[in-house]
Protein backbone atom coordinates (compact mmCIF):
# COMPACT_ATOMS: atom_id res chain seq x y z
CA UNK A 1 0.00 0.00 0.00
CA UNK A 2 1.58 3.07 -0.72
CA UNK A 3 1.92 5.45 1.93
CA UNK A 4 -0.26 8.31 1.89
CA UNK A 5 1.63 11.39 2.62
CA UNK A 6 0.31 15.19 2.53
CA UNK A 7 1.73 15.09 -1.07
CA UNK A 8 0.02 11.93 -2.42
CA UNK A 9 -2.83 12.86 -0.82
CA UNK A 10 -2.99 16.32 -2.65
CA UNK A 11 -2.45 15.07 -5.86
CA UNK A 12 -5.28 12.17 -5.65
CA UNK A 13 -7.61 15.26 -4.62
CA UNK A 14 -7.03 16.87 -7.59
CA UNK A 15 -7.59 13.75 -9.81
CA UNK A 16 -10.51 13.49 -8.60
CA UNK A 17 -12.03 16.59 -7.96
CA UNK A 18 -11.59 17.05 -4.26
CA UNK A 19 -9.67 19.93 -4.29
CA UNK A 20 -7.57 21.62 -6.70
CA UNK A 21 -4.96 24.08 -6.98
CA UNK A 22 -6.58 27.89 -6.36
CA UNK A 23 -5.88 29.61 -9.87
CA UNK A 24 -4.82 26.99 -11.43
CA UNK A 25 -5.06 27.82 -15.23
CA UNK A 26 -2.80 31.36 -14.29
CA UNK A 27 -0.09 28.64 -12.70
CA UNK A 28 -1.62 28.73 -9.16
CA UNK A 29 -1.83 31.19 -6.37
CA UNK A 30 0.25 29.58 -3.17
CA UNK A 31 -1.78 28.31 -0.43
CA UNK A 32 -5.17 28.47 -1.86
CA UNK A 33 -7.43 25.95 -3.05
CA UNK A 34 -10.56 25.46 -4.65
CA UNK A 35 -13.03 22.45 -3.77
CA UNK A 36 -13.72 21.05 -6.31
CA UNK A 37 -17.12 18.81 -6.80
CA UNK A 38 -16.17 15.70 -4.33
CA UNK A 39 -14.67 18.19 -2.13
CA UNK A 40 -17.52 20.81 -1.62
CA UNK A 41 -19.89 18.28 -0.94
CA UNK A 42 -17.69 16.71 1.83
CA UNK A 43 -17.05 20.37 3.70
CA UNK A 44 -20.80 21.11 3.40
CA UNK A 45 -21.68 18.00 4.75
CA UNK A 46 -19.03 18.03 7.29
CA UNK A 47 -20.59 21.85 8.32
CA UNK A 48 -24.06 20.41 8.11
CA UNK A 49 -22.83 17.21 10.53
CA UNK A 50 -21.38 20.59 12.93
CA UNK A 51 -24.77 22.72 12.60
CA UNK A 52 -26.62 19.54 13.91
CA UNK A 53 -24.39 18.49 16.86
CA UNK A 54 -23.95 22.34 18.26
CA UNK A 55 -26.97 23.87 17.19
CA UNK A 56 -29.54 21.46 16.41
CA UNK A 57 -29.12 19.18 19.24
CA UNK A 58 -28.50 21.66 21.49
CA UNK A 59 -30.31 23.89 23.65
CA UNK A 60 -30.45 27.41 23.43
CA UNK A 61 -28.13 27.37 20.73
CA UNK A 62 -28.03 30.02 17.70
CA UNK A 63 -26.65 29.83 14.35
CA UNK A 64 -25.79 33.61 13.08
CA UNK A 65 -23.99 34.51 9.53
CA UNK A 66 -22.15 38.20 10.84
CA UNK A 67 -20.39 40.04 7.75
CA UNK A 68 -16.73 39.60 7.17
CA UNK A 69 -16.00 43.36 7.04
CA UNK A 70 -16.57 44.89 10.89
CA UNK A 71 -16.13 48.03 12.12
CA UNK A 72 -12.12 48.69 12.54
CA UNK A 73 -13.10 49.52 16.25
CA UNK A 74 -13.89 45.75 16.51
CA UNK A 75 -10.11 44.74 15.95
CA UNK A 76 -8.96 47.52 18.53
CA UNK A 77 -11.42 46.01 21.09
CA UNK A 78 -10.60 42.57 20.69
CA UNK A 79 -6.89 43.66 20.51
CA UNK A 80 -5.93 41.94 17.18
CA UNK A 81 -4.44 45.04 15.82
CA UNK A 82 -1.94 45.85 18.93
CA UNK A 83 -1.12 42.18 18.94
CA UNK A 84 -2.09 39.47 16.13
CA UNK A 85 1.60 39.08 15.00
CA UNK A 86 3.58 35.92 14.62
CA UNK A 87 7.66 35.49 15.04
CA UNK A 88 9.67 35.70 12.04
CA UNK A 89 12.71 34.91 11.02
CA UNK A 90 14.05 35.24 7.72
CA UNK A 91 17.51 33.15 6.49
CA UNK A 92 19.81 36.24 5.17
CA UNK A 93 21.20 34.20 2.08
CA UNK A 94 18.02 31.90 0.50
CA UNK A 95 15.65 34.66 1.81
CA UNK A 96 13.30 31.65 3.26
CA UNK A 97 10.69 32.89 6.05
CA UNK A 98 10.40 30.76 8.81
CA UNK A 99 8.25 30.88 12.07
CA UNK A 100 10.56 30.92 14.69
CA UNK A 101 8.28 29.09 17.20
CA UNK A 102 7.41 26.55 14.10
CA UNK A 103 11.23 26.26 13.22
CA UNK A 104 12.23 25.61 16.56
CA UNK A 105 10.02 22.71 17.10
CA UNK A 106 10.71 21.25 14.05
CA UNK A 107 14.21 21.80 14.08
CA UNK A 108 14.11 19.97 17.37
CA UNK A 109 11.80 17.00 15.96
CA UNK A 110 9.09 18.43 18.62
CA UNK A 111 11.50 18.03 21.67
CA UNK A 112 11.63 21.85 22.60
CA UNK A 113 8.04 24.07 22.31
CA UNK A 114 8.94 27.90 22.09
CA UNK A 115 5.09 28.45 23.12
CA UNK A 116 6.91 30.00 26.70
CA UNK A 117 9.93 31.84 25.05
CA UNK A 118 9.96 35.47 23.95
CA UNK A 119 11.40 36.99 20.88
CA UNK A 120 14.87 37.03 22.12
CA UNK A 121 14.99 33.78 23.63
CA UNK A 122 13.67 32.65 20.45
CA UNK A 123 16.70 34.31 18.36
CA UNK A 124 19.21 33.27 21.44
CA UNK A 125 18.07 29.69 21.12
CA UNK A 126 18.60 29.18 17.35
CA UNK A 127 21.88 30.85 17.60
CA UNK A 128 23.12 28.95 20.84
CA UNK A 129 22.09 25.48 19.12
CA UNK A 130 23.34 26.45 15.55
CA UNK A 131 20.05 25.60 13.91
CA UNK A 132 20.59 25.82 10.14
CA UNK A 133 18.18 26.68 7.79
CA UNK A 134 16.86 23.08 6.18
CA UNK A 135 16.97 24.97 2.68
CA UNK A 136 20.36 26.40 1.79
CA UNK A 137 22.26 24.76 5.13
CA UNK A 138 23.37 28.44 6.27
CA UNK A 139 23.37 29.15 9.84
CA UNK A 140 22.78 32.86 8.60
CA UNK A 141 19.33 34.87 10.22
CA UNK A 142 17.90 37.69 10.70
CA UNK A 143 16.37 38.34 14.23
CA UNK A 144 13.20 37.09 15.05
CA UNK A 145 10.39 40.06 14.27
CA UNK A 146 6.86 40.54 14.38
CA UNK A 147 4.94 40.05 11.71
CA UNK A 148 1.25 40.99 11.19
CA UNK A 149 -1.51 37.93 10.48
CA UNK A 150 -4.16 40.90 9.80
CA UNK A 151 -5.25 40.96 6.06
CA UNK A 152 -5.97 45.27 5.50
CA UNK A 153 -8.42 46.72 3.20
CA UNK A 154 -9.55 49.80 1.86
CA UNK A 155 -13.00 51.46 2.03
CA UNK A 156 -14.05 54.42 0.85
CA UNK A 157 -16.21 56.52 -2.17
CA UNK A 158 -13.07 58.70 -3.72
CA UNK A 159 -9.66 57.06 -3.82
CA UNK A 160 -7.97 59.63 -1.18
CA UNK A 161 -10.54 59.13 1.16
CA UNK A 162 -9.82 55.85 2.25
CA UNK A 163 -9.96 54.09 5.82
CA UNK A 164 -8.09 50.45 6.64
CA UNK A 165 -11.11 47.77 7.00
CA UNK A 166 -9.50 44.33 7.99
CA UNK A 167 -10.37 40.84 6.60
CA UNK A 168 -11.60 39.18 9.46
CA UNK A 169 -8.56 36.93 11.08
CA UNK A 170 -11.90 34.98 13.10
CA UNK A 171 -15.40 34.29 13.40
CA UNK A 172 -15.97 34.75 17.49
CA UNK A 173 -15.81 39.00 17.34
CA UNK A 174 -19.10 38.38 14.99
CA UNK A 175 -20.63 36.52 17.73
CA UNK A 176 -19.59 38.94 20.65
CA UNK A 177 -20.89 42.15 19.18
CA UNK A 178 -24.24 40.06 18.20
CA UNK A 179 -24.58 38.97 21.76
CA UNK A 180 -27.15 41.60 23.56
CA UNK A 181 -28.77 41.24 19.91
CA UNK A 182 -29.28 37.47 20.07
CA UNK A 183 -30.02 38.04 24.00
CA UNK A 184 -32.90 40.05 23.24
CA UNK A 185 -34.47 38.67 20.11
CA UNK A 186 -34.14 34.92 21.12
CA UNK A 187 -34.77 35.43 25.39
CA UNK A 188 -32.36 32.87 26.20
CA UNK A 189 -31.19 32.73 29.46
CA UNK A 190 -27.63 31.99 30.33
CA UNK A 191 -26.01 29.24 29.63
CA UNK A 192 -26.68 30.18 25.82
CA UNK A 193 -24.26 29.70 23.17
CA UNK A 194 -23.95 31.84 19.41
CA UNK A 195 -22.47 29.68 16.64
CA UNK A 196 -21.17 30.72 13.28
CA UNK A 197 -19.94 29.17 10.62
CA UNK A 198 -17.33 30.99 7.95
CA UNK A 199 -14.29 32.71 6.28
CA UNK A 200 -11.36 33.96 8.24
CA UNK A 201 -8.11 35.17 6.60
CA UNK A 202 -4.60 34.99 8.50
CA UNK A 203 -1.29 36.48 6.65
CA UNK A 204 0.79 32.93 7.66
CA UNK A 205 4.24 33.38 8.19
CA UNK A 206 4.61 29.78 6.59
CA UNK A 207 1.36 28.43 5.13
CA UNK A 208 1.81 24.88 3.86
CA UNK A 209 1.01 21.45 4.17
CA UNK A 210 -2.00 21.75 1.72
CA UNK A 211 -5.30 22.65 3.17
CA UNK A 212 -3.84 22.46 6.90
CA UNK A 213 -2.69 26.34 6.98
CA UNK A 214 -3.75 28.70 4.46
CA UNK A 215 -4.01 32.28 4.54
CA UNK A 216 -8.13 31.58 3.52
CA UNK A 217 -10.14 29.33 5.64
CA UNK A 218 -12.86 28.84 7.41
CA UNK A 219 -13.55 28.24 11.38
CA UNK A 220 -17.07 26.85 13.15
CA UNK A 221 -16.88 29.00 16.09
CA UNK A 222 -19.20 28.13 18.60
CA UNK A 223 -19.35 30.64 22.07
CA UNK A 224 -21.28 29.78 25.88
CA UNK A 225 -22.07 32.84 27.79
CA UNK A 226 -22.52 31.61 31.18
CA UNK A 227 -22.02 32.50 34.88
CA UNK A 228 -19.06 33.17 36.46
CA UNK A 229 -18.11 30.13 38.16
CA UNK A 230 -19.62 28.43 36.12
CA UNK A 231 -16.84 28.47 33.12
CA UNK A 232 -14.91 25.66 33.61
CA UNK A 233 -18.01 23.32 34.05
CA UNK A 234 -18.21 24.36 30.39
CA UNK A 235 -14.86 24.00 29.23
CA UNK A 236 -14.68 20.94 30.60
CA UNK A 237 -17.48 19.33 28.77
CA UNK A 238 -16.66 21.34 25.66
CA UNK A 239 -13.16 20.20 25.51
CA UNK A 240 -14.63 16.80 25.35
CA UNK A 241 -17.83 17.67 23.32
CA UNK A 242 -15.70 18.52 20.53
CA UNK A 243 -13.52 15.29 20.68
CA UNK A 244 -16.31 13.26 20.22
CA UNK A 245 -17.45 14.85 17.44
CA UNK A 246 -14.35 13.93 15.59
CA UNK A 247 -15.13 10.54 16.93
CA UNK A 248 -17.93 10.25 15.82
CA UNK A 249 -17.23 11.40 12.43
CA UNK A 250 -14.40 8.61 11.98
CA UNK A 251 -11.34 9.73 13.23
CA UNK A 252 -10.00 7.06 15.89
CA UNK A 253 -9.75 7.88 19.01
CA UNK A 254 -5.43 6.98 19.40
CA UNK A 255 -5.19 9.24 16.68
CA UNK A 256 -6.36 12.03 19.09
CA UNK A 257 -4.78 13.71 21.73
CA UNK A 258 -5.67 16.95 24.06
CA UNK A 259 -2.89 19.67 23.84
CA UNK A 260 -3.19 21.48 27.17
CA UNK A 261 -1.96 25.19 26.84
CA UNK A 262 1.05 25.86 28.62
CA UNK A 263 1.41 29.74 28.01
CA UNK A 264 -1.87 31.27 28.15
CA UNK A 265 -3.22 35.03 26.86
CA UNK A 266 -3.12 37.37 30.52
CA UNK A 267 -7.13 37.06 30.27
CA UNK A 268 -7.88 33.44 29.56
CA UNK A 269 -8.25 30.74 32.45
CA UNK A 270 -7.62 27.66 30.28
CA UNK A 271 -6.89 26.24 27.08
CA UNK A 272 -6.50 23.30 24.80
CA UNK A 273 -6.36 21.82 21.87
CA UNK A 274 -7.59 18.55 19.72
CA UNK A 275 -4.61 17.18 17.77
CA UNK A 276 -4.77 14.92 15.29
CA UNK A 277 -2.16 12.27 13.76
CA UNK A 278 -1.26 13.62 10.68
CA UNK A 279 1.22 12.29 8.90
CA UNK A 280 3.51 15.53 9.42
CA UNK A 281 2.78 15.19 13.22
CA UNK A 282 0.16 15.80 16.23
CA UNK A 283 -1.49 19.10 14.87
CA UNK A 284 -4.17 21.22 15.92
CA UNK A 285 -8.00 20.56 15.03
CA UNK A 286 -9.71 23.10 17.28
CA UNK A 287 -9.68 25.06 20.33
CA UNK A 288 -11.37 25.08 23.75
CA UNK A 289 -10.83 28.19 25.79
CA UNK A 290 -12.51 29.86 28.41
CA UNK A 291 -12.21 33.27 27.87
CA UNK A 292 -13.13 34.93 31.43
CA UNK A 293 -15.09 38.19 30.68
CA UNK A 294 -12.96 39.85 28.99
CA UNK A 295 -14.22 40.14 25.11
CA UNK A 296 -17.78 41.55 26.19
CA UNK A 297 -15.60 43.83 28.77
CA UNK A 298 -13.43 44.72 26.24
CA UNK A 299 -16.39 45.70 23.41
CA UNK A 300 -18.20 47.55 27.01
CA UNK A 301 -15.70 49.27 26.93
CA UNK A 302 -15.07 50.57 23.19
CA UNK A 303 -18.34 50.86 21.83
CA UNK A 304 -19.94 52.26 25.08
CA UNK A 305 -22.65 49.58 24.79
CA UNK A 306 -23.66 47.81 28.15
CA UNK A 307 -22.79 44.21 27.98
CA UNK A 308 -23.69 43.22 31.48
CA UNK A 309 -27.10 40.26 32.02
CA UNK A 310 -29.31 40.69 34.34
CA UNK A 311 -30.03 37.39 36.53
CA UNK A 312 -34.13 37.27 35.75
CA UNK A 313 -34.03 35.45 39.80
CA UNK A 314 -31.93 37.60 41.60
CA UNK A 315 -31.21 40.52 39.80
CA UNK A 316 -27.73 40.40 39.85
CA UNK A 317 -26.04 42.26 37.13
CA UNK A 318 -22.82 40.80 35.64
CA UNK A 319 -20.91 40.38 32.31
CA UNK A 320 -21.01 36.69 31.20
CA UNK A 321 -17.89 34.58 31.17
CA UNK A 322 -17.59 33.14 27.62
CA UNK A 323 -16.70 29.29 26.56
CA UNK A 324 -15.44 29.01 22.97
CA UNK A 325 -15.11 26.45 21.25
CA UNK A 326 -13.43 26.47 17.51
CA UNK A 327 -13.12 24.11 14.96
CA UNK A 328 -11.10 24.49 12.18
CA UNK A 329 -13.24 23.36 8.73
CA UNK A 330 -10.25 22.96 6.11
CA UNK A 331 -8.30 20.99 9.04
CA UNK A 332 -11.07 18.82 9.93
CA UNK A 333 -11.68 17.66 6.26
CA UNK A 334 -8.28 16.89 5.71
CA UNK A 335 -8.48 14.91 8.62
CA UNK A 336 -11.37 13.34 7.34
CA UNK A 337 -9.82 12.66 3.94
CA UNK A 338 -6.47 11.19 5.49
CA UNK A 339 -8.63 8.82 7.66
CA UNK A 340 -10.80 7.49 4.91
CA UNK A 341 -8.41 6.97 2.26
CA UNK A 342 -7.67 3.24 1.84
CA UNK A 343 -6.15 0.88 -0.90
CA UNK A 344 -7.27 -3.06 -0.76
CA UNK A 345 -5.92 -5.89 -2.70
CA UNK A 346 -8.88 -7.59 -4.29
CA UNK A 347 -9.13 -11.38 -5.26
CA UNK A 348 -8.01 -10.80 -8.90
CA UNK A 349 -5.26 -9.39 -7.67
CA UNK A 350 -6.19 -5.71 -8.40
CA UNK A 351 -5.88 -2.64 -6.25
CA UNK A 352 -9.04 -0.82 -5.50
CA UNK A 353 -8.51 2.80 -4.05
CA UNK A 354 -11.79 3.41 -1.73
CA UNK A 355 -12.55 6.40 0.48
CA UNK A 356 -14.43 5.45 3.65
CA UNK A 357 -16.20 8.67 4.88
CA UNK A 358 -18.95 8.12 7.45
CA UNK A 359 -21.82 7.66 4.93
CA UNK A 360 -23.36 11.65 6.67
CA UNK A 361 -19.96 13.01 5.20
CA UNK A 362 -20.37 10.89 1.54
CA UNK A 363 -20.39 13.29 -1.16
CA UNK A 364 -22.93 11.19 -3.05
CA UNK A 365 -25.12 8.92 -1.21
CA UNK A 366 -25.45 6.42 -3.25
CA UNK A 367 -25.22 5.98 -7.47
CA UNK A 368 -27.71 4.60 -9.99
CA UNK A 369 -26.01 1.97 -12.22
CA UNK A 370 -27.70 0.64 -15.42
CA UNK A 371 -26.50 -2.61 -16.05
CA UNK A 372 -26.63 -2.59 -19.87
CA UNK A 373 -27.09 1.08 -20.60
CA UNK A 374 -29.23 0.21 -24.03
CA UNK A 375 -32.09 -1.57 -21.65
CA UNK A 376 -32.03 -0.18 -18.18
CA UNK A 377 -31.29 3.09 -18.44
CA UNK A 378 -34.84 4.50 -18.73
CA UNK A 379 -35.55 2.81 -15.70
CA UNK A 380 -32.45 3.88 -13.63
CA UNK A 381 -33.04 7.77 -14.83
CA UNK A 382 -36.56 7.76 -13.45
CA UNK A 383 -34.79 6.32 -10.20
CA UNK A 384 -32.06 8.60 -10.05
CA UNK A 385 -34.95 11.03 -10.28
CA UNK A 386 -36.63 9.43 -7.43
CA UNK A 387 -33.70 9.39 -5.02
CA UNK A 388 -31.67 12.74 -5.68
CA UNK A 389 -34.92 14.74 -5.14
CA UNK A 390 -34.06 13.28 -0.94
CA UNK A 391 -30.39 13.03 -1.30
CA UNK A 392 -27.18 13.90 -3.32
CA UNK A 393 -26.99 10.63 -6.18
CA UNK A 394 -25.08 10.24 -9.08
CA UNK A 395 -25.74 8.60 -11.63
CA UNK A 396 -23.11 6.64 -14.03
CA UNK A 397 -23.94 4.76 -17.21
CA UNK A 398 -20.72 4.70 -18.83
CA UNK A 399 -17.96 1.61 -18.70
CA UNK A 400 -18.28 -1.72 -17.37
CA UNK A 401 -20.07 -2.28 -13.86
CA UNK A 402 -16.50 -3.00 -12.27
CA UNK A 403 -15.13 0.02 -13.45
CA UNK A 404 -17.94 2.02 -12.10
CA UNK A 405 -17.82 0.44 -8.85
CA UNK A 406 -14.41 1.36 -8.70
CA UNK A 407 -15.09 5.39 -9.47
CA UNK A 408 -17.93 5.00 -7.14
CA UNK A 409 -15.62 3.61 -4.27
CA UNK A 410 -13.10 6.80 -4.98
CA UNK A 411 -15.62 9.52 -4.39
CA UNK A 412 -16.97 7.12 -1.60
CA UNK A 413 -20.62 6.67 -1.85
CA UNK A 414 -21.56 4.58 0.51
CA UNK A 415 -23.78 2.33 -2.06
CA UNK A 416 -23.99 1.52 -5.61
CA UNK A 417 -27.88 0.32 -6.66
CA UNK A 418 -27.72 -1.71 -9.88
CA UNK A 419 -30.96 -1.36 -12.24
CA UNK A 420 -30.99 -4.80 -14.19
CA UNK A 421 -33.58 -7.08 -15.84
CA UNK A 422 -35.13 -7.81 -12.11
CA UNK A 423 -35.72 -4.13 -12.01
CA UNK A 424 -37.82 -4.20 -14.70
CA UNK A 425 -39.25 -7.28 -13.93
CA UNK A 426 -39.97 -7.24 -10.37
CA UNK A 427 -39.22 -3.55 -9.26
CA UNK A 428 -35.78 -4.98 -7.14
CA UNK A 429 -32.71 -3.60 -7.28
CA UNK A 430 -29.18 -4.70 -5.55
CA UNK A 431 -27.29 -2.62 -3.68
CA UNK A 432 -23.42 -2.70 -2.83
CA UNK A 433 -22.25 -2.38 0.07
CA UNK A 434 -18.95 -0.11 -0.14
CA UNK A 435 -16.89 -0.81 2.99
CA UNK A 436 -17.67 -5.06 2.49
CA UNK A 437 -18.78 -5.28 -1.28
CA UNK A 438 -21.60 -7.85 -0.09
CA UNK A 439 -24.80 -7.18 -2.40
CA UNK A 440 -28.45 -7.43 -1.34
CA UNK A 441 -31.60 -7.20 -3.14
CA UNK A 442 -34.38 -4.70 -1.92
CA UNK A 443 -37.73 -4.16 -3.76
CA UNK A 444 -37.92 -0.39 -4.98
CA UNK A 445 -39.91 0.96 -2.24
CA UNK A 446 -37.23 0.30 0.41
CA UNK A 447 -34.76 1.82 -1.11
CA UNK A 448 -34.83 5.44 -0.15
CA UNK A 449 -35.49 3.85 3.92
CA UNK A 450 -32.84 1.61 3.58
CA UNK A 451 -30.36 4.70 2.87
CA UNK A 452 -31.84 7.20 4.83
CA UNK A 453 -31.04 4.59 7.59
CA UNK A 454 -27.75 4.03 7.08
CA UNK A 455 -26.60 7.90 6.34
CA UNK A 456 -27.57 9.20 10.01
CA UNK A 457 -25.26 11.00 12.25
P1 LIG B 1 -2.36 27.62 14.94
O1 LIG B 1 -1.73 27.56 16.31
O2 LIG B 1 -2.30 26.32 14.18
O3 LIG B 1 -1.92 28.81 14.13
P2 LIG B 1 -4.54 28.90 16.24
O4 LIG B 1 -4.41 28.36 17.62
O5 LIG B 1 -4.03 30.27 15.94
O6 LIG B 1 -3.95 27.85 15.17
P3 LIG B 1 -7.31 29.51 16.46
O7 LIG B 1 -7.11 30.98 16.44
O8 LIG B 1 -7.66 28.85 17.76
O9 LIG B 1 -6.05 28.79 15.79
O10 LIG B 1 -8.37 29.15 15.32
C1 LIG B 1 -9.34 28.13 15.46
C2 LIG B 1 -9.18 27.06 14.42
O11 LIG B 1 -9.11 27.61 13.10
C3 LIG B 1 -7.91 26.25 14.56
O12 LIG B 1 -8.08 25.22 15.50
C4 LIG B 1 -7.72 25.71 13.16
O13 LIG B 1 -8.48 24.53 12.96
C5 LIG B 1 -8.29 26.79 12.30
N1 LIG B 1 -7.20 27.61 11.72
C6 LIG B 1 -6.52 28.60 12.33
N2 LIG B 1 -5.61 29.13 11.49
C7 LIG B 1 -5.74 28.46 10.32
C8 LIG B 1 -5.10 28.56 9.05
N3 LIG B 1 -4.18 29.46 8.80
N4 LIG B 1 -5.49 27.70 8.06
C9 LIG B 1 -6.45 26.79 8.28
N5 LIG B 1 -7.10 26.66 9.45
C10 LIG B 1 -6.76 27.48 10.46
Redesign the pocket.
Known amino acids: MKEMTIETLASFCRQYGFIYQGSEIYGGLANTWDYGPLGARLKNNFKDAWRKRFIQERNNSFEIDASILMHPRVWEASGHVASFYDPKIDCKHCKTRFRADNFISEATNGTVSAECMTYEEMQNFIRDNHIKCPVCGREDFTDVRRFSQMFETYRGTVDDNKSVIYLRP?NAQGEYVNYINVLRTTRAKLPFSIGQVGKAF?N?VT?GNFI???IE?E?MEYQTFCKPGTDLEQYEYFKEYAKRFYIDLGLPEEKLRFHDHEKLVFYAKAAC?VEYKFPFGFS????THDRTDYDLSRHQEFSGQKMEYVDPVTNERFIPYIVES???V??GVLALLFEAYHEEELPDGTIREVMKFHPYLAPYKATVLPLIKKRHAEKATEIYQRLSSIFMVDYDESGSIGKRYRRSDICGTPFAITVDDNTLCNNTVTIRDRDTMKQITLSLKEVAEYIGEKIKF
Open positions: EREPFRTFQDELNGTVGDR
